[in-house]
């Protein structure tokens, strides 16, 4: 039979058919930013101090002197998690008293914060944080619940995948009409539910996907419907009769998720890109949830977070366009891991430019992180293409588990978090160059097409008898990763 690309090479490439596909496809993930990135807000810490009883019998003096001060970017400001001991006060206030004229403040025993917390409502009315009390000793459950919503994304993406296998789709980034039968699991979710339930009755099955399916007199429906779409006419017969029964005839090999790992090359590959997608991962959603701690106001500092990822997106495009991946995603990698190094050099009166290298930051993981898919499916051969992704992006889901912790850090050493995103972005900056370039080479078919990791010795086998000298796959491959 021939390839499903010849078929329907008559659609053209980017039609008004393509085009609708596309932007539908694009509407379908706009709630997901509202999911993914609304704990920047609803988990925020406001600023805190140790609540006063008010039935406690304390002089106006007394009580604005309740609770320890300490330095904080050169400014006084109340200790969130102490208070003096409340009986010790009480009683010096009814013996008249002053502090710090009469009492030393500095030698008064403190204890905790035995009544709750005063948080303050000047940015965030309320929050998880001042719902649940999680500061002092429970801050550490803030991160925790962020990760536990990051856990359930994860769980969302291991179902995908597993429905993915049975019921669609062939997820092809060139040459594909459109992805296939995610439907069934989007219509579960809540808000992106609403939005998939309408475009359920627009978007159709992938016709690839039918077709390894044997479905072709439904593939052919939908070929058919986009050939009209873009005022093509199609060819009276698609598929050849004689062709459907010889395809039919065959059965076709089953693949496991074993088969990521069974190789020592397709082994290497798998592993490096886990790193990868991990790595990026925590920088992404790591920068993306300290926005709040940064200098200045949150919401501001969250909308240029977001509007910083609009180059880096066009940015992506370009570079996957015209340049080889390998390096064009170590450099976004370098950009965002050194600026990130540079923050703690800054001194504190300039936070500006610290925000500005904040910003850098993102814009250089963001791009890394939007070809990191692009490069991953053209590392993996058809067989295993759609595990090989799935493998990569549970390993993202995990990476966004631990980014909270890294973020938490910061209550330790304000620069703690940058200094660890930025090493690991660096580190996998150099990781990425060992991986095989792809960039303008066919897509491999079966894992042993695959391009070989950099700096690995191989022994030749008879299996590897269709790949050149170079590395790269045979010339007679036709579906093309040049875009």
């Known amino acids: ?51 006063v009883p008010d039935t406690a019998n304390l002089s106006s003096a007394w009580r604005n002197h309740s609770v320890p001060v300490r330095l904080q970017d050169g400014r006084e400001v109340l200790q969130s998690c102490r208070r003096y001991r409340l009986a010790t006060i009480v009683n010096f206030s009814a013996l008249g008293l002053e502090p710090g004229r009469d009492v030393d403040l500095e030698q008064l025993e403190q204890e905790g914060c035995l009544d709750g917390w005063d948080f303050s409502q000047d ?108 005022g093509i006419t199609a060819p009276s017969t698609i598929f050849d009769s004689s062709e459907l029964q010889d395809l039919s005839s065959k059965k076709q090999q089953s693949h496991s998720i074993l088969d990521l790992v069974r190789t020592r090359n397709i082994r290497m590959i798998t592993v490096m890109s886990i790193i990868l997608w991990m790595t990026i991962s925590v920088g ?105 992704v799935g493998v990569s992006s549970t390993a993202s889901r995990l990476g966004s588990i631990l980014s909270p912790y890294f973020i938490y850090l910061g209550a330790y050493d304000r620069f703690l978090p940058y200094i660890l995103m930025g090493s690991l972005t660096i580190l996998t900056a150099i990781l990425t160059l060992f991986l095989p370039e792809t960039f303008g080479i066919p897509l491999p078919d079966t894992i042993d097409q695959m391009l070989r990791v950099k700096g690995i010795k191989y022994r030749q086998t008879p299996s590897h008898t269709r790949m050149l000298k170079d590395g790269e796959e045979s010339p007679t491959v036709l579906k093309s990763t040049s875009f």
Not at 8 to 23: C, D, M, S, V, Y
Not at 132 to 156: H, Q, Y
Not at 310 to 329: D, F, G, K, Q
């Open 1 to 51: 039979m021939q390839d499903y690309d010849e078929v329907t090479a008559f659609l053209g490439e980017w039609g008004p058919f393509q085009r609708l596909i596309f932007f539908l496809l694009s509407a379908s993930i706009i709630p997901n930013g509202f999911n993914g990135l609304s704990s920047v807000f609803f988990t925020a810490t406001p600023e805190h101090h140790c609540r």
């Open 123 to 230: 940015i965030y009315l309320s929050t998880i944080v001042t719902e649940w009390n999680l500061v002092c000793e429970d801050d550490w459950k803030a991160p925790l619940t962020i990760s536990l919503f990051f856990v359930g994304v994860l769980m969302g993406s291991f179902i995908s995948g597993q429905l993915s296998d049975r019921h669609g789709p062939d997820l092809q980034l060139c040459g594909s009409i459109c992805p296939g039968d995610w439907r069934m699991l989007l219509l579960a979710l809540t808000v992106p539910g609403v939005l998939c339930a309408v475009l359920w009755w627009f978007i159709p099955e992938s016709p690839r996907w039918l077709i390894s399916q044997g479905r072709f007199q439904e593939a052919e429906v939908i070929i058919r419907r986009a050939a009209k779409t873009n």
């Open 284 to 388: 992404y959603f790591g920068l993306s949830l300290d926005t709040p701690n940064l200098h200045g106001d949150v919401y501001l500092n969250c909308f240029l977070s977001a509007v910083v990822e609009v180059p880096a997106y066009v940015l992506a495009w370009l570079l996957l366009r015209h340049l080889p991946r390998r390096y064009s995603m170590a450099t976004a990698l370098f950009l965002g891991g050194s600026v990130l190094l540079f923050v703690q050099l800054v001194p504190p009166e300039l936070y500006y430019l610290a925000t500005v290298l904040v910003m850098v930051g993102k814009f250089g993981v963001t791009a890394a992180f939007s070809m990191v898919y692009v490069y991953t499916a053209e590392l993996y051969p058809t067989v295993v293409r759609n595990m090989g």
